[in-house]
């Protein structure tokens, strides 16, 4: 290539004319960084990392003090009928049956039951109790050993049919619930590939074509694992954000390659030569891929403002799946486009269908992934062009209606309803939750003191006992433990409410305001609640900045890269109503409840508290990558000459096809997620399969070309006091090569 260049087109340019070290270096990278980083070993946060305000303080304590890590669990017995007491032979009967069966397994100690001199909790009624104890050992591998403890369990409900007798507890949610949800994303990760494939098959008939984008996109995740065992060791990440790397990751990696994949088909389909379609395919999706790759590391970036360490790990693992898939589109792709050239076509797919129809059925250019333009979006086209005030006016008033809901959206934290499915687990935590309120979810008080087991201290943690409970807003159960040092003790105590509503969260104001200086001055609440109210007010605080960080650099690239006021602002504004429909259709569906026969769950009225800013960074990201796709070469195509209307179909046509396959890949991976048996990530799926199909089809094909032409030239307004903004090259600067020789031309590929 000869005259200017841009970074992407000096990349691929190298890449293609050194292929082979390329390729070799990609190898060695991906396998240095997978081996050293499975050495190296990746760091999970600890418990108090991912609290925020005064749980994190109380959390941190705890950490520290040296506690034993151990694993409760509960036996409840309750009556059926609502005849049999505890007073009762039979019920005291099924008590001591517990006890014996479960000591018996000799994984139990510290048996109570309500008839002990320190007796466990029964309702007013006498009608329920509990059998509380812990597993034996390190309670962070107690799910290991639960198992004869539920078979114990089990056998005495079936000597007693008459009351109930069911399990729950840390131990046994770990074993029936997390290997419940283990297996529901390694079905979502194992459904991803073939689903991504399939599509990409249907796409391009083209066996190499399908294959080579999901092999660059899992050897960039493969490669960002490594590299994040390095980096979480400076900020530990929390266990999910592995999913999230592997969610965005296959997203953006695929994208990124059908965009070089299909510019360089268009190329050869045109009759250039293979050297010279792999040249201009580096300097314009190159640098789309380049552009689009900065604008989603900003996005994910503004996580960490949020201050919590969750969505800071999630935000350190994202940026390097999505940096680690820049590198490899810009150096890799081009290598492999070199060495396979036009093998990458070999249609085998359409080869099959055309030999078993006996040649009656042939491969249809509908989406014009074959290198030509798509007649669908053609057909779309010609009247949004037409009649642009009307396609704004009805496409835009769709989506302001669908935003609507978003105004009543409210959050929530994640509960034992969000566990959708027949879990027996779950009903028994239910039932427990409603015989003695506020035992699920107790509050906890952590308190410091040179000895917390003085009599003048006990009286202390009496006294806040006493207040407490003169509330009316806490309850039995009330525990107190002491780790070795006798420096910290943990006091649990039951509160009012779910634990997850108003009266619950006011229960925790009340301990904090006033319960606590009172009688524990200088000790800190922590508990599920008390974590997310905590939680909820630090993204109050901080959703503002983060916000204002995502949507000012975006603004910033987008006019650096296309030199035009207007095009910035719009992107802004057309991403931010994609967005905003997306949160109406979640709005719609899980907290109204719209579908939950269809799609198989039961609404909690909520929307997880930390999905809304999730989906937000998420989605700005990844519709930023179809937006600087379509622009760039929209904006390609009016620096060569074309007018603007003429410019704006040439370049939603010629990229139609590729956005609409990217786009149906990202729809069915993330609608897999909707099948998995947390409510949470049920609403993470839909909202971002919605979202996406939104912004491709909506967005893409109808606003965006409809208020361009209705701009017209004001497309590129650039005040003059921004002049000094660099002049990026959107196309291919270098001169049209030599004439090829017979040997060298290639037919076209249709």
Do not use: C
Request: aromatic share 8%.
């Amino acid at each position: 290539m000869r005259g200017r260049r841009n970074i992407a087109a000096a990349i691929g340019g190298w890449s293609a004319r050194h292929r082979w070290a390329a390729l070799l270096i990609w190898i060695a990278f991906v396998a240095l960084a997978t081996v050293a980083g499975n050495a190296a070993g990746t760091v999970e946060m600890r418990g108090y990392e991912s609290a925020n305000g005064d749980s994190r303080q109380a959390e941190q304590i705890l950490d520290g003090a040296g506690f034993k890590n151990v694993a409760g669990e509960i036996v409840l017995v309750q009556s059926r009928t609502g005849t049999l007491t505890i007073a009762d032979p039979a019920f005291r009967r099924a008590v001591e049956d517990v006890r014996k069966a479960v000591e018996a397994t000799g994984q139990v100690e510290h048996v109570r039951t309500p008839y002990d001199k320190e007796p466990s909790p029964v309702t007013q009624d006498r009608r329920t109790t509990l059998v509380q104890f812990d597993m034996k050992g390190d309670g962070g591998t107690a799910e290991e050993r639960i198992q004869p403890v539920l078979d114990a369990v089990a056998r005495v409900q079936g000597a007693h049919p008459d009351l109930r007798v069911e399990e729950a507890g840390s131990a046994s949610a770990d074993k029936l619930i997390g290997e419940a949800i283990d297996k529901d994303f390694v079905r979502a990760e194992q459904l991803s590939l073939p689903i991504t494939i399939g599509i990409l098959l249907a796409a391009f008939g083209a066996l190499l074509a399908a294959i080579v984008p999901v092999a660059l996109a899992m050897t960039a995740i493969f490669a960002a694992t490594g590299l994040l065992a390095f980096t979480s060791h400076l900020l530990h990440v929390d266990s999910a954000t592995s999913n999230v790397m592997l969610l965005i990751g296959l997203a953006v990696g695929v994208d990124y390659s059908l965009f070089y994949i299909m510019r360089e088909r268009e190329e050869r389909a045109r009759g250039r030569s293979k050297k010279r379609a792999i040249e201009i395919a580096a300097a314009t999706s190159g640098r789309a891929v380049l552009i689009s790759g900065i604008t989603v590391i900003v996005a994910m970036a503004g996580m960490f403002l949020t201050g919590n360490g969750v969505f800071m790990g999630f935000a350190e693992g994202t940026i390097l799946v999505v940096l680690t898939a820049v590198v490899g589109s810009l150096t890799v792709l081009p290598a492999l486009l070199s060495l396979i050239g036009d093998r990458i076509d070999a249609r085998l797919v359409h080869g099959v269908v055309r030999v078993v129809t006996g040649g009656r059925v042939t491969w249809r250019r509908i989406l014009g992934v074959r290198g030509g333009e798509s007649r669908v979006w053609g057909a779309v086209m010609r009247p949004v062009l037409r009649h642009p005030l009307v396609s704004v006016l009805l496409a835009g008033g769709l989506l302001v209606g669908l935003a609507i809901p978003a105004f009543q959206l409210k959050t929530g934290t994640q509960t034992i309803d969000d566990l959708q499915g027949d879990y027996q687990i779950a009903e028994t935590f239910k039932r427990i939750d409603k015989a003695f309120p506020g035992g699920n979810e107790p509050a906890v008080v952590v308190v410091e003191a040179a000895d917390v087991t003085t009599p003048a201290f006990t009286a202390k943690i009496e006294d806040f006992k006493r207040r407490a409970l003169a509330t009316g807003e806490a309850n039995e159960p009330f525990a107190v433990a002491v780790n070795p040092a006798k420096t910290v003790a943990k006091i649990s105590i039951g509160i009012k409410g779910t634990g997850a509503d108003e009266v619950s969260e006011h229960a925790i104001r009340t301990l904090r305001d006033e319960v606590v200086p009172a009688a524990l001055p200088g000790a800190h609440v922590t508990g599920n609640t008390a974590g997310s109210m905590d939680f909820n007010e630090q993204l109050g605080r901080r959703i503002p900045l983060v916000f204002a960080f995502v949507l000012l650099l975006a603004f910033v690239l987008l006019l650096v890269s296309f030199r035009s006021l207007v095009v910035a602002v719009k992107a802004i504004a057309l991403n931010l109503l994609s967005v905003a429909a997306a949160y109406g259709v979640l709005v719609l569906v899980f907290q109204k409840g719209y579908g939950e026969s269809l799609l198989g769950f039961h609404s909690t009225g909520a929307i997880t508290n930390w999905l809304p800013l999730f989906l937000f960074v998420i989605l700005f990201g990844l519709s930023m990558d179809y937006h600087v796709f379509i622009l760039s070469r929209i904006r390609e195509a009016y620096d060569k000459g074309m007018s603007t209307e003429d410019a704006v179909a040439f370049g939603i046509r010629s990229t139609a096809a590729v956005v609409t396959s990217a786009a149906l890949i990202m729809v069915a991976v993330f609608s897999t997620f909707a099948t998995l048996s947390l409510l949470t990530f049920m609403q993470m799926g839909i909202g971002l399969a919605v979202a996406v199909l939104i912004d491709a089809t909506i967005v893409r094909a109808v606003l965006l070309p409809a208020t361009m032409k209705l701009l017209g030239d004001w497309n590129w307004y650039l005040p003059r006091w921004l002049g000094w903004l660099p002049r990026l090259s959107h196309g291919d600067d270098a001169a049209e090569e030599a004439p090829e020789t017979p040997e060298e031309r290639v037919p076209a590929l249709v």
